[in-house]
């Protein structure tokens, strides 16, 4: 089947639920890149930094800046908690029109900005709306989308933050001129658009019928599985997709309590979803997306906008081709592929580091490597993260799941955020561009545990996937085992037993 062959399993109502969860997402990237590339400006260092003497003008000092740069997953992880939890008891649409709401409120917060506290109490509140869109935009993706492309459309999370991102470097890097507040006001006040989009649109999208059918509302999950599946998909297609659904509820051992996530195959699963929500911080991302403009501006070889401008574009391209691919290659290689990348730009930028003195040569290919380091994010780690966790968890548990595994990623994102300015600055640790070889180092880590522990997911439904687990198939066995075939044989023979005459599996009594 070709790459763009894909897109036959979308009809018109799929395609547009997809577009809106997506665009919501683009918010994530403004908030992202509008604050790492703001920080940089002029305007803003005089607005909120100290007057330096010396130096006779305005900075953010490194203590300010890593507060800046991590207190506000404070706020990402209340977020996540209280993302999955409202998505879990009133479905996800209406947790998404809640948070849509929502971030119009924190993004008045930020444009009026006057001081200090100020701007940092609404980078704080708005990673809450952050943290909600994480817990629920993938595992809404995942539930509502066929198999064969669940990798393309759950890795078009990143894929929508990077283009977000875009957008904003290009109107930071037309307004890093303006000698006042404007320079920084513009950008942020961008931070009122998509939520109001969402916010008017979010609510006319199906409900994603797994979460419908574990509410017991049986009649509008399968309402709501044939709007996204008619047309691309035959009426036998449907009926047995939701026979799928049905029967792997019923076989489910799980009652939904988090302590449930720790026992049996479910520790191997959550395990899992832990291991690439930790590795996708730990190897350093952070490092090109939230410090990459002000290094680079401390370098002194590039102007620090058009470097986050042309790093938003390299991202864009090698995601945008990834996830065309992610579901034909699968999720294991690009996330090997990407774990080599990222560490062998991050140890050749720790080897450049250490010449004393660091010439303009070296400078130069230093600021290469964060763009490698950025490049090799992309191939697999950006996207494939909220893949592999919306993949492995179990049906009854995917909201505890994504509670944890997001909450993990969070965590781990503060970690290193607070941590970059202290290592890299030369009033502490001092390593500078040597940083690259503790992330170089993780990176390769990363790809170690991939290759052991990650299964191969690709093609699959999400209830083939549990069947997979609870047959206890070995991790490494996923991708080469017909889990549709052993769907079918399990579905078949439990309607037997209950003496149903079966012919397609669709047009009998349900699966009690």
């Known amino acids: 089947?070709?790459?763009?062959?894909?897109?036959?399993?979308?009809?018109?109502?799929?395609?547009?639920?997809?577009?809106?969860?997506?665009?919501?997402?683009?918010?994530?990237?403004?908030?992202?890149?509008?604050?790492?590339s703001t920080q940089a400006m002029d305007a803003f260092e005089k607005q909120f930094g100290v007057y330096n003497a010396k130096t006779g003008a305005y900075a953010l000092e490194p203590y300010w800046l890593s507060l800046f740069n991590s207190m506000n997953y404070i706020g990402f992880a209340i977020g996540v908690i209280a993302g999955s939890m409202i998505a879990s008891r009133w479905g996800r649409k209406r947790c998404m029109f809640i948070m849509s709401l929502y971030a119009i409120v924190t993004a008045t917060i930020a444009v009026t900005s006057q001081n200090r506290s100020q701007i940092m109490a609404a980078r704080i509140l708005n990673y809450v709306y952050v943290g909600i869109e994480l817990a629920v935009v993938p595992t809404y993706q995942s539930e509502i989308v066929p198999g064969p492309v669940r990798g393309l459309v759950v890795g078009s999370y990143q894929l929508s933050l990077i283009a977000g991102g875009l957008v904003i470097n290009s109107v930071c890097y037309s307004t890093s001129t303006l000698p006042d507040n404007r320079a920084w006001r513009i950008p942020l006040g961008l931070f009122y658009i998509v939520p109001a989009i969402v916010a008017s649109l979010v609510l006319f999208i199906p409900e994603s019928p797994r979460w419908l059918l574990r509410q017991n509302r049986v009649e509008e999950a399968k309402e709501n599985l044939r709007k996204l599946r008619e047309g691309a998909f035959s009426d036998e297609d449907i009926e047995f997709e939701f026979k799928e659904l049905q029967y792997s509820l019923a076989q489910e051992v799980e009652q939904g309590r988090f302590v449930e996530l720790f026992q049996g195959i479910n520790l191997k699963r959550t395990g899992i979803a832990a291991l690439v929500n930790i590795f996708q911080q730990a190897t350093g991302q952070a490092f090109a997306s939230q410090y990459g403009a002000v290094f680079v501006k401390g370098l002194g070889t590039i102007n620090p906008f058009v470097f986050t401008l042309m790093n938003s574009g390299v991202s864009f391209l090698t995601i945008f081709i990834v996830l065309l691919f992610s579901d034909h290659v699968g999720r294991r290689f690009f996330l090997m592929l990407s774990s080599a990348v990222m560490g062998a730009g991050m140890m050749t930028m720790g080897g450049l580091g250490t010449a004393n003195p660091v010439n303009k040569d070296e400078s130069r290919a230093i600021v290469s490597m964060i763009t490698v380091l950025g490049f090799g994010f992309g191939l697999g780690w950006g996207p494939m993260?909220?893949?592999?966790?919306?993949?492995?968890?179990?049906?009854r548990l995917r909201d505890h799941t994504s509670r944890l595994g997001f909450g993990l990623n969070v965590l781990f994102n503060f970690l290193v955020n607070f941590s970059i300015p202290y290592l890299i600055s030369a009033q502490y640790a001092g390593l500078s561009?040597?940083?690259?070889?503790?992330?170089?180092?993780?990176?390769?880590?990363?790809?170690?545990?991939?290759?052991?522990?990650?299964?191969?997911?690709?093609?699959?439904?999400?209830?083939?996937?549990?069947?997979?687990?609870?047959?206890?198939?070995?991790?490494?066995?996923f991708g080469q085992t017909d889990a549709a075939a052993m769907m079918r044989m399990e579905t078949t023979s439990e309607v037997k037993e209950q003496g149903i005459q079966v012919t397609h599996l669709d047009r009998e009594t349900s699966i009690a």
């Open 385 to 395: 993260t909220y893949v592999v966790t919306t993949e492995v968890s179990a049906l």
């Open 1 to 36: 089947m070709g790459v763009f062959h894909k897109f036959r399993f979308f009809n018109r109502r799929l395609a547009l639920a997809c577009a809106i969860i997506a665009v919501s997402t683009f918010n994530y990237g403004f908030d992202n890149q509008a604050f790492a």
């Open 433 to 477: 561009s040597k940083v690259g070889f503790i992330f170089g180092s993780i990176a390769f880590l990363a790809l170690t545990m991939v290759y052991l522990f990650v299964p191969e997911c690709k093609g699959k439904t999400l209830e083939q996937v549990d069947l997979l687990f609870s047959s206890g198939i070995p991790l490494r066995n």
